[in-house]
């Protein structure tokens, strides 16, 4: 069965690929959250997390900031 409605998004390779997921680096170490670059992409949350996790990126714990600062990064 065939889902009609929205077409499939591009593939994206190479250097278009490595483009994408620096810019998505940069909004996430901005302090977006994953969910919303997926929305903001049109694509989903674990295709968005492999894009990050591919550019190198260290993950915030899940929940947020609950203090201030940031004790995951390195000082």
């Keep these: 069965m065939m889902l009609t ?3 499939r998004a591009r593939t994206l390779t190479g250097i278009a690929r ?3 997921a620096a810019e998505l ?3 996430y170490e901005r302090g ?3 969910r919303a670059l997926a929305g903001e ?3 989903s949350y ?3 997390r ?3 996790l591919a550019a190198g990126v260290v993950f915030r ?3 947020g900031v609950k203090r201030p600062g940031r004790p995951w990064e390195e000082a």
Aim: charged share 30%; hydrophobic share 35%; aromatic share 4%.
């Design 32 to 34: 977006a959250s994953i």
């Design 46 to 48: 674990g295709y968005i």
């Design 41 to 43: 992409a049109d694509r």
């Design 18 to 20: 490595a483009q994408v």
């Design 5 to 7: 409605g929205k077409p």
């Design 50 to 52: 492999r894009l990050l």
């Design 61 to 63: 714990p899940r929940g």
């Design 25 to 27: 680096k940069t909004k």
